[in-house]
Nanobody
């Protein structure tokens, strides 16, 4: 089993940047397909980005394409989400997730392990 812990959230002005980290313990993340999701206040949790085992392929929601970059460092057992040009609508709790079996990477039911979430707030 793998345990996931997010960090790097906070308060930033619109147009600013944040970098989220997802540190894994218990297992090497090289064996896991990983993703980021977010849950805005009062809304459902939605897909943000995903990355394959080696990091060779990445996927993004249309709403973040061109602004967010997902990456991973398997040697450090850490995944990242670089968020640039942030907008107030990016305000949400951000979760990292992992699975050993790729199913539907855009649905949260496609992942088996989750972090506790980190709050990101973008002020206008």
């Amino acid at each position: 089993q793998v345990q996931l812990v997010e960090s790097g959230g906070g308060l930033v002005q619109a147009g600013g940047s944040l970098r989220l980290s997802c540190a894994a313990s218990g297992r090497s993340i090289a064996n896991y397909f990983m993703g980021w999701f977010r849950q805005p206040p009062g809304k459902e949790r939605d897909f943000v980005a995903a990355i394959t085992f080696s990091g060779g392929t990445t996927y993004y929601a249309d709403s973040v394409k061109g602004r967010f970059t997902i990456s991973r460092d398997n040697a450090k057992s850490t995944m990242y989400l670089q968020m640039n040009s942030l907008k107030p609508e990016d305000t949400a709790v951000y979760y990292c997730a992992a699975t050993r079996r790729i199913r539907s990477y855009v649905e949260d039911k496609g992942y088996d392990y989750w972090g506790q979430g980190t709050q990101d707030t973008v002020s206008s």
